[in-house]
């Protein structure tokens, strides 16, 4: 059983879409969050849930959505997709808001705005 | 400017040498993370250092904590080509619970 799985694994899509990215982890981990990694690989937060709360919010355009219907889950929804939003999108999650105790990713959704 | 530079940025190495690479900020941080990232995945935690001075060891990786926690490096003995991957360094500073990755040193280890 995956621990946190993504889906979808690759998205390909034309400006001006919208799009969702789901994430699901069967970890018991109460916080969840999503990560974007450029093309350089830097990895820079977006958002935060602890138990379907929001508690971190990055300077992330309003385009983009997170929405968490339960602990276990946390969806990215992307309005008006613009070709600067192709990256790679990965989930994570941890025991608690001290995430000393270790991130476990997902394995990413690469979205290429074309 | 970024909180944790990482050095060095790519280092391409053959079979059994031994590397280490750094990672070094001006803030002081309660702990910090190292994770390998291999391509296609996610990054994968290997290990946290929370006190200053600490040394941790996980096989043929050696991982220290600076005494004024705020910088760590990263040891490989005798790498092997399965340690081929992103190292990154992570960890929240000050009083700050909002986590902050480096940008990472690519390892290529040859056979």
């Known amino acids: 059983d995956t621990a946190v799985s993504q889906t979808p694994k690759y998205l390909v899509t034309q400006m001006g879409n919208d799009k969702s990215i789901k994430c699901e982890q069967n970890l018991g981990h109460d916080t969840m969050y999503w990560y974007k990694q450029d093309s350089k690989k830097f990895l820079k937060i977006m958002f935060s849930y602890n138990n379907k709360e929001l508690i971190i919010n990055e300077t992330v355009p309003n385009r983009f959505s997170p929405k968490s219907p339960d602990k276990a889950h946390l969806n990215l929804h992307i309005n008006s997709l613009e070709l600067g939003d192709s990256a790679v999108y990965f989930c994570?999650?941890?025991?608690?808001?001290?995430?000393?105790?270790?991130?476990?990713f997902g394995s990413g959704t690469r979205l290429t705005v074309v | 400017t970024q909180l944790l530079e990482q050095s060095p940025q790519f280092l391409s190495i053959q079979e059994g040498e031994n590397l280490t690479v750094y990672c070094n900020s001006s803030?002081?941080?309660?702990?910090l993370q190292w994770y390998r990232q291999e391509p296609g995945e996610g990054p994968v935690l290997l290990v946290t250092?929370?006190?200053?001075?600490e040394v941790k060891k996980l096989k043929r990786l050696t991982f220290q904590f600076g005494d004024a926690r705020k910088d760590s490096s990263l040891h490989i003995t005798a790498a092997q080509p399965g340690d081929t991957g992103l190292y990154l360094c992570a960890g929240a500073p000050g009083g700050s619970y909002i986590p902050t990755f480096g940008r990472g040193t690519s390892l290529i280890v040859h056979p």
């Open positions: 803030s002081v941080f309660s702990s």
């Open positions: 250092v929370v006190t200053g001075g």
């Open positions: 994570a999650s941890s025991h608690a808001r001290d995430w000393r105790y270790g991130y476990t």
